[in-house]
């Protein structure tokens, strides 16, 4: 390229102005570094405290430490609840790059169904929080996914401590059992107390003493890295366990108990007489309530609500009888104490009873009778209805509605248990307020053999019989017998911290008769039903090495077992009677009374009664004699 | 011989020292731009153990990248700046043609083609040799011009500079595109081109900005634009980076958290702390104190640089050393700005401290020709 004339290379006018632009250059440098300094000035001096704030905010976490669940013994010290670490796999979303191919790939390691798959995309996340994909992981998911790791950024296995039941069915009404906390319970509770934790007690003792149980949460600051894994715990605050419970309950009988009515709807309670502990309480049939504790599937739960034989229901105390014949021996010493018989009544009975004016005959179970000269101890033993009959019109309702209830009838019994029914003990006011009629003669006497209005929880049954067997000693049902504060670690020995009793026994206020004689007088009647050869409950006291007392009961189908889901194709069985027995023993010193009801069981001597049998025997012996179910 | 004969009058301790510097100048060494490099570098080694999450791999890598430049910087600085000059043509011709090839049969991530394997020598990226190959062509054509530029000149030297840099930007490779057509013009404000163009130029580019938004810049670079402008807009998402790195600056205060014990860089919350973002690594550990060591360097080396230019003889060695030394300037700038949050984010490593090998070597080049423009014997072309 030629350089036009007159335009030659001025070399020293270049070099001026090129200096000119350097010196300027210099300016601008400093300018600029100035604006840096200041910048980061501004940022790390102006703003320090800020950016400190905000850079522990990322990195320091509060966390929520919760309490471990208080354990639930038995008398024996057995365990009923327990908490089991549980391993659930989780995934961080932003960590993994390909969500689907990851998510194919770890189906290729561990079972994982659409369902959770589907549930783990829908669940609300917060940027670098690992998400549940997968719980109860078994050993062997654990160790694959272990092993697998490197190559699964983002994948993490997560422990927690989850409530097992190791006794779930024969227990599952009465320890009742934990789950997720709904929107219900989440406007009641306190929800601090709940930092941490996604279950609550639902039912039974895991309900009723939820805040024993529960414990006191306790935080910790830890530093997470960005993508939230922890590395260090910066500060501690121990939660305090929650309270262990140790129950009256002896998993012996409960087993017993339960596996003596498995394939039955029934209901079976025992007490300790002395202090009203529940020994045994079962509820048949039953389910696993550990399918509730990290949640049940929506086909298991249509399962067992559906069910004909209502699995949920705990027939031990929602359930609500007619007592039939059981009510007997306090009916009979009613008679007693008011002189309405006495040893000497004795009564004909042709098979039927009838009113003066009116037509109507109350029929005897017996056909034909029971015969002449039929006596109270007799109509006991043998249960003569209509003994009953005539005792009861002679009594009339309101001294047997007083009575009665001073046994516990028709109120809640206030058993340390959720959801218990009152029963009912109807009264000429009942009558009047709930149906609007007055009393008739003719209730009187249905009352007086345990029908009609008249409506008893197990549970109910059971105190009745255990204020009997005591001779008027009222007790408190209670499933609870000590509090304990949790082993605590010090010097790497194990130390009981302190024990707490339970509520115990005694109201103070026992039922006195002008003449305890008359507590005799129905014990022998009771003993008869078991020991007399002609008793109605004969059957089980053969190879029995001590004497107990009971009364059998057949109670007409009414109330819940005739319940319109029914299928017609099952009305048949569901019409026949319900079993039941009371009893106590030993019949010396009474300690333990039983009372077993088995639906549409037809006798109580037959279904109910061997029940009773079995329990006393656990109890009293420590085993279970031989004894052939005995049919009368 | 005028300057031994002026040496010779001197008295004796001064007689050593001009000695030194003859040793140093016959050596072709800057000595004090190398002792100023090489209190960066290992400075630059310290924080990227840190920032690298304390990786020994990337340190060793880093330190032999370190060692090749050097050895690359003190060759060129023996070359013979003529023949730079003659050659620049060929050089630039070449370079340009290796980014019209990477466009083609390049490599890299992230959907971007940046890298070039050719049998028999490492990866690199053609811009890198971009950066060092521009300023040369633009100093060597307006070595021959009348300056202040004119017209016409300005014209071509426009054309000189955008070729690469939309080749880059093809690449796309936003920063770097940015780096080599300031280096470029650069070259054209030192060679004292009219404020009138740098005034025009400044209004075509605002009043192309709605067209550039709509139809040029893409959807994340705006995003990167908005979020600088409002960085809280989306702190978990896109202002992330920007978020994180200011929070790691501003929490390292006055004396920083001390080295490896930074929280923002050592849990991961700072993103790229190895390379774009690694000076909020040395702000958070070392403090505003570190900080302005690291910037009192950079500081010394750039007037190392323009003095440099301003000594030497011919515009050719003035307007190149000046160019290096302002692009330089402008990395330092461009990053620590972006990283502190009042520029968007764009990818510029902070030179001579982010990991990475082709950005260091090219670097180096640059200063090795530096020193060659600083030791050119005065006799021979005097």
């Known amino acids: 390229m030629s350089e036009p004339i007159g335009q030659l290379k001025d070399k020293h006018g270049d070099y001026r102005t090129f200096l000119k632009r350097i010196l300027l250059s210099f300016f601008f440098v400093l300018v600029l570094f100035i604006v840096i300094f200041t910048r980061f000035y501004n940022l790390q001096v102006t703003n320090y405290a800020d950016h400190t704030t905000q850079s522990d905010r990322n990195r320091i976490h509060r966390q929520a430490v919760p309490a471990t669940r208080g354990l639930i013994f038995d008398r024996n010290g057995e365990l009923l609840a327990e908490n089991r670490p549980s391993y659930s796999l989780t995934i961080v979303r932003e960590r993994v790059k390909d969500l689907d191919s990851m998510l194919s790939e770890l189906r290729k390691l561990v079972s994982i169904t659409d369902q959770q798959i589907e549930k783990f995309k829908q669940r609300p996340r917060i940027p670098f929080q690992s998400v549940p994909l997968r719980y109860n992981l078994s050993e062997t998911d654990i160790a694959i996914i272990g092993v697998n790791r490197y190559r699964l950024p983002g994948v993490e296995v997560e422990a927690r401590l989850v409530r097992h039941y190791p006794h779930a069915e024969i227990f599952a009404h009465t320890i009742g059992y934990v789950g997720r906390i709904n929107e219900r319970e989440l406007k009641e509770i306190d929800r601090n107390a709940y930092q941490g934790l996604d279950t609550i007690g639902k039912r039974g003792i895991e309900k009723f003493y939820e805040r024993e149980l529960l414990g006191i949460v306790g935080y910790q600051d830890v530093e997470t890295n960005a993508r939230g894994r922890v590395i260090k715990v910066l500060k501690r605050h121990d939660p305090v366990p929650g309270k262990n419970l140790i129950t009256h309950l002896d998993l012996g009988m409960q087993r017993v108990a339960y596996e003596a009515v498995k394939g039955e709807r029934a209901a079976v309670v025992a007490l300790d007489v002395k202090t009203g502990g529940v020994l045994a309480i079962v509820s048949t049939p039953s389910f696993d309530s550990n399918l509730f504790v990290t949640g049940i599937s929506i086909n298991d739960y249509k399962e067992l609500r559906d069910s004909p034989d209502l699995p949920l229901f705990n027939r031990t105390m929602q359930g609500q009888y007619p007592p039939g014949s059981t009510i007997k021996p306090v009916l009979g010493l009613l008679g007693l104490e008011t002189g309405v018989v006495n040893e000497h009544t004795t009564i004909y009975d042709p098979g039927w009873y009838q009113l003066e004016n009116d037509d109507r005959r109350y029929r005897d179970w017996k056909r034909y009778g029971h015969g002449k000269s039929v006596d109270l101890r007799q109509a006991i033993a043998q249960s003569c209805d209509v003994f009953y009959y005539d005792m009861a019109f002679k009594l009339g309702i309101d001294r047997i509605h007083k009575f009665m209830v001073e046994f516990g009838l028709g109120d809640y019994t206030s058993i340390d248990q959720t959801s218990e029914r009152p029963g009912l003990m109807p009264s000429r006011d009942w009558k009047k307020h709930n149906r609007g009629q007055p009393w008739f003669p003719g209730e009187t006497l249905n009352t007086g053999i345990g029908q009609g209005y008249m409506l008893m929880t197990p549970i109910q049954l059971a105190v009745m019989t255990s204020i009997l067997a005591s001779r008027g000693e009222r007790i408190l049902p209670r499933v609870l017998k000590q509090i304990i504060e949790p082993l605590s670690e010090q010097n790497g020995q194990q130390q009981l911290a302190g024990v707490e009793f339970a509520e115990m026994v005694n109201t103070n206020n026992p039922i006195i008769l002008q003449s305890t004689a008359n507590w005799e007088y129905i014990f022998q009647a009771m003993e008869d039903v078991v020991h007399n050869r002609k008793g109605t409950a004969h059957g089980i006291s053969k190879g029995a090495t001590y004497r107990m007392a009971g009364k059998t009961g057949t109670a007409q189908v009414v109330g819940i077992a005739q319940d319109d889901k029914y299928d017609s194709s099952k009305l048949e069985k569901h019409k026949r009677d319900h079993a039941l027995f009371v009893g106590f023993a030993p019949l010396e010193d009474p300690q333990v009374a039983v009372a077993v009801i088995v639906e549409n069981g037809e006798h109580g001597s037959s279904s109910a009664a061997p029940v009773a049998r079995k329990l006393f025997d656990t109890y009293l012996l420590g085993r279970q004699a031989d004894m052939e179910p005995v049919i009368e | ?382």
């Open chain 2, 1 to 382: 011989m005028p300057n031994r004969d002026f040496i010779r009058q001197l008295p004796g301790g001064d007689v050593e020292l001009k000695q030194r510097e003859l040793f140093w100048h016959k050596l072709h060494i800057d000595w004090p731009l190398l002792i100023l490099l090489m209190m960066v570098t290992a400075l630059g080694l310290v924080i990227l153990y840190s920032g690298s999450g304390q990786s020994l791999h990337y340190v060793k890598r880093q330190s032999v990248a370190f060692a090749v430049a050097y050895a690359v910087m003190l060759s060129i600085a023996q070359m013979n700046m003529l023949m730079i000059k003659r050659w620049a043509p060929f050089f630039y011709l070449g370079g340009v043609l290796l980014l019209v090839l990477v466009l083609f049969v390049g490599s890299g991530a992230k959907g971007a083609q940046r890298w070039l394997s050719i049998p028999g020598l490492p990866r690199f990226q053609p811009s890198e040799i971009m950066k060092v190959v521009l300023p040369i062509a633009m100093a060597a054509y307006f070595d021959k011009r009348i300056l202040p530029p004119q017209f016409k000149h300005f014209c071509w030297s426009i054309v000189i500079v955008m070729i690469p840099t939309i080749l880059i930007l093809r690449e796309p490779d936003l920063g770097t595109a940015i780096l080599i057509a300031v280096s470029g013009i650069s070259v054209l404000f030192l060679a004292g081109l009219h404020w009138g163009y740098f005034a025009i130029s400044g209004l075509v580019t605002l009043c192309s900005t709605p067209v550039l938004w709509f139809y040029v810049l893409k959807e994340y670079q705006k995003q990167r634009i908005i979020t600088l402008l409002n960085p809280n807009t989306d702190v978990f998402g896109a202002g992330w980076n920007i978020f994180q790195s200011k929070t790691a600056i501003g929490s390292g205060g006055v004396y920083g958290k001390g080295w490896l014990k930074g929280t923002q860089s050592q849990l991961d919350f700072l993103p790229e702390s190895h390379t774009d973002f690694i000076i909020a690594v040395l702000a958070e550990e070392k403090g505003l104190i570190g900080v302005i060591v690291l910037l009192s360097l950079y500081l010394m080396i750039v007037i190392r640089g323009l003095y440099i230019s301003m000594r030497a003889q011919e515009t050719f060695g003035r307007l190149l050393a000046g160019s290096i030394t302002l692009t330089f300037f402008v990395y330092i700038v461009v990053n620590m700005l972006m990283v502190s949050g009042l520029l968007p984010v764009v990818g510029v490593p902070l030179p001579l401290v982010s990991h990475g090998g082709t950005s260091i070597v090219s670097l180096m080049c640059g200063f090795g020709m530096l020193m060659a423009i600083g030791t050119e014997d005065r006799k021979l072309t005097a």
